[in-house]
């Protein structure tokens, strides 16, 4: 059984930086995408960033120049590196997989997904 839990989220000043973790349980890395999904309070759950098993990745254009989305695959742990943080970062982030060749931002193309961890950015 797939389980993805998420950690590193908390509260960090504008310009201040998080890394979020997802540690994947259950979980093989061949064709499959991983990805950071956020969703802020009365906002839609939208895509941050993905990576697909050939490591290629994409970023929303809100987050480009300023997260990364590295992975270790001998921890089977996913991260989430944000940096220069704005308060507009603010939002529930959630780790999502799922077996396909090509990643989206489409929440509803993911299978699974973690609990969710909490980011405030105050300015």
């Known amino acids: 059984q797939v389980q993805l839990v998420e950690s590193g989220g908390g509260s960090v000043q504008a310009g201040g930086s998080l890394m979020l973790s997802c540690a994947a349980y259950?979980?093989?890395?061949?064709?499959?995408?991983m990805a950071w999904f956020r969703q802020a309070p009365g906002k839609e759950r939208e895509g941050v960033a993905a990576i697909d098993s050939n490591g290629s990745t994409s970023y929303a254009d809100s987050v480009k120049g300023r997260f990364t989305i590295p992975q270790d695959n001998a921890k089977n742990t996913l991260y989430l590196q944000m940096n220069s943080l704005k308060p507009e970062d603010t939002a529930m982030y959630y780790c999502a997989a799922d077996y396909r060749a090509y990643c989206t931002d489409k929440p509803d193309e993911y299978n699974y997904w973690g609990q969710g961890t909490q980011v405030t950015v105050s300015s």
């Open positions: 259950g979980y093989t890395y061949s064709s499959t995408c």
